[in-house]
């Protein structure tokens, strides 16, 4: 048990490391745009560069892993993010930032599916939900945290003293996953097919599987808020439409983070306990769309914002169950796989639906309270959708009592 909480440690805490990496640039815009000449939608690309390889990664971190196992992978990748940041950090050519923005992007892009692959090949089944909720909540906490601590120390530090010193971090998960992490006993210890027949087998399964299809997509639209509110336009919508202070609007729309960490972990542990995931996510998406419906529609004070705001966040949690749905349906050597194409869309959601509320704000004259209808829309039509995916759990993630043994 010592070394599946020991992986269990190294894997979040290597997705806590990403997930303040890849929000860093956004801490302090102007200085770093300033630093290396560029505009401000120069800026955006160069942050952006980071999505480029990370979400198409997606689909070969699912299938390596599931072939060769998460050890590697997990120190490779740690180093690659880390190495990336350091870069950033060291350079004033914008060329050698872009490169070191594309490395932590490629580095990053196996620290969440890694850190599912290890929960559910060292725990057993009825402990996924919870634990893979808690890996979620460590990368919602470095959100919030990255958001002020960090600003702070760049304000004192300069960004790039802080950067360097996130990338060291970085390093200390590489040097940890080195001397601490050992492989799990999983399918991919005794996987006989070629390297191509695998890729073949594997995309056939999860890509032929029609509930696979329906979880991403009840997990991309239940995920849309996070990415589209408050990673993007809350805090803008605040603002106008209920006349908040910039920080003060901050503050509010980082309630969502909070409440997202606490309910990822707590869907996870009810979940569990029951041993039931569908009507929790059917719930959880109804709740979080009326949260959101309250907030945007209904004036209250900022305080009852904040409340609602990490209500939202709280239900939004129970996202996290879609990967476990989505895995339970399938054999144990394609979980990595399907974990990794379930985020893929979840993430891919992100890509389309922040321009898509940004165009249709300009289309309403500015006005965001209307385009943020597509908010609650997306929660309320993945509670739709998710009544008709039927509840199957495969043998292979039945419990015989035993956690998994290193091999
Ligand atoms: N919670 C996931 C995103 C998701 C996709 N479908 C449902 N939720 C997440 O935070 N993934 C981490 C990442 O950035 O890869």
Same mark, same amino acid.
Not at 69 to 76: E, K, N, P
Not at 184 to 193: G, H, K, N
């Given at each position: 048990m010592r070394a599946a909480w020991i992986a269990f440690v190294i894997g979040s805490s290597f997705f806590l490391f990403e997930f303040v990496a890849r929000i860093? =640039?956004?801490?302090d815009t102007a200085t770093i745009a300033h630093f290396f000449g560029l505009t401000d939608s120069g800026f955006g690309t160069l942050s952006s560069l980071f999505f480029w390889i990370y979400a198409p990664m997606q689909i070969v971190v699912g299938l390596v892993l599931d072939r060769l196992g998460a050890r590697t992978f997990v120190i490779g990748g740690s180093l690659c993010c880390a190495a990336g940041v350091l870069l950033f950090a060291a350079t004033n050519v914008v060329g050698i930032a872009a490169a070191g923005r594309l490395l932590t992007g490629f580095g990053a892009s196996f620290a969440f599916v890694s850190a599912l692959w290890l929960v559910n090949h060292w725990f057993? =089944?009825?402990r996924f939900a919870l634990l893979s909720g808690a890996v979620n909540a460590m990368g919602m906490v470095g959100a919030a945290i990255g958001a002020v601590l960090l600003s702070d120390f760049i304000e004192t530090a300069g960004w790039r003293l802080v950067f360097a010193a996130t990338g060291l971090l970085g390093l200390g998960i590489f040097a940890a996953a080195l001397l601490f992490l050992r492989e799990p006993t999983s399918p991919a210890s005794d996987a006989e097919t070629g390297a191509v027949e695998h890729v073949r087998q594997s995309l056939a399964t999860v890509l032929g599987d029609g509930r696979i299809w329906a979880l991403s997509v009840v997990g991309m639209l239940f995920y849309m808020p996070v990415n589209v509110?408050?990673?993007?336009?809350g805090t803008t919508e605040l603002v106008h439409d209920?006349?908040?202070s910039q920080i003060a609007a901050e503050t509010i729309v980082s309630m969502v983070f909070w409440g997202m960490a606490l309910g990822s972990i707590a869907g996870g542990w009810i979940s569990d306990l029951l041993g039931h995931r569908k009507y929790l996510v059917l719930g959880g998406a109804v709740l979080t769309g009326l949260a959101y419906l309250a907030v945007l529609y209904v004036q209250v004070s900022a305080f009852t914002e904040g409340a609602l705001l990490l209500a939202a966040g709280f239900f939004g949690?129970?996202?996290?169950l879609t990967f476990a749905m989505a895995k339970e349906?399938?054999?144990?050597?394609?979980v990595g796989t399907a974990v990794a194409f379930v985020n893929m869309i979840g993430i891919a959601g992100a890509l389309i639906f922040q321009p898509l509320v940004g165009y249709l704000a300009d289309a309403a004259g500015g006005n965001f309270a209307l385009a943020l209808a597509t908010v609650p829309a997306c929660t309320g039509l993945a509670a739709l959708i998710v009544l008709f995916v039927p509840e199957y759990r495969h043998p292979?993630?039945?419990?015989?009592?035993s956690e998994a043994p290193a091999s």
């Amino acid at each position: 048990m010592r070394a599946a909480w020991i992986a269990f440690v190294i894997g979040s805490s290597f997705f806590l490391f990403e997930f303040v990496a890849r929000i860093e =640039p956004s801490l302090d815009t102007a200085t770093i745009a300033h630093f290396f000449g560029l505009t401000d939608s120069g800026f955006g690309t160069l942050s952006s560069l980071f999505f480029w390889i990370y979400a198409p990664m997606q689909i070969v971190v699912g299938l390596v892993l599931d072939r060769l196992g998460a050890r590697t992978f997990v120190i490779g990748g740690s180093l690659c993010c880390a190495a990336g940041v350091l870069l950033f950090a060291a350079t004033n050519v914008v060329g050698i930032a872009a490169a070191g923005r594309l490395l932590t992007g490629f580095g990053a892009s196996f620290a969440f599916v890694s850190a599912l692959w290890l929960v559910n090949h060292w725990f057993a =089944p009825e402990r996924f939900a919870l634990l893979s909720g808690a890996v979620n909540a460590m990368g919602m906490v470095g959100a919030a945290i990255g958001a002020v601590l960090l600003s702070d120390f760049i304000e004192t530090a300069g960004w790039r003293l802080v950067f360097a010193a996130t990338g060291l971090l970085g390093l200390g998960i590489f040097a940890a996953a080195l001397l601490f992490l050992r492989e799990p006993t999983s399918p991919a210890s005794d996987a006989e097919t070629g390297a191509v027949e695998h890729v073949r087998q594997s995309l056939a399964t999860v890509l032929g599987d029609g509930r696979i299809w329906a979880l991403s997509v009840v997990g991309m639209l239940f995920y849309m808020p996070v990415n589209v509110y408050a990673g993007l336009w809350g805090t803008t919508e605040l603002v106008h439409d209920h006349h908040r202070s910039q920080i003060a609007a901050e503050t509010i729309v980082s309630m969502v983070f909070w409440g997202m960490a606490l309910g990822s972990i707590a869907g996870g542990w009810i979940s569990d306990l029951l041993g039931h995931r569908k009507y929790l996510v059917l719930g959880g998406a109804v709740l979080t769309g009326l949260a959101y419906l309250a907030v945007l529609y209904v004036q209250v004070s900022a305080f009852t914002e904040g409340a609602l705001l990490l209500a939202a966040g709280f239900f939004g949690g129970f996202q996290m169950l879609t990967f476990a749905m989505a895995k339970e349906g399938l054999a144990n050597d394609v979980v990595g796989t399907a974990v990794a194409f379930v985020n893929m869309i979840g993430i891919a959601g992100a890509l389309i639906f922040q321009p898509l509320v940004g165009y249709l704000a300009d289309a309403a004259g500015g006005n965001f309270a209307l385009a943020l209808a597509t908010v609650p829309a997306c929660t309320g039509l993945a509670a739709l959708i998710v009544l008709f995916v039927p509840e199957y759990r495969h043998p292979d993630h039945v419990s015989d009592g035993s956690e998994a043994p290193a091999s």
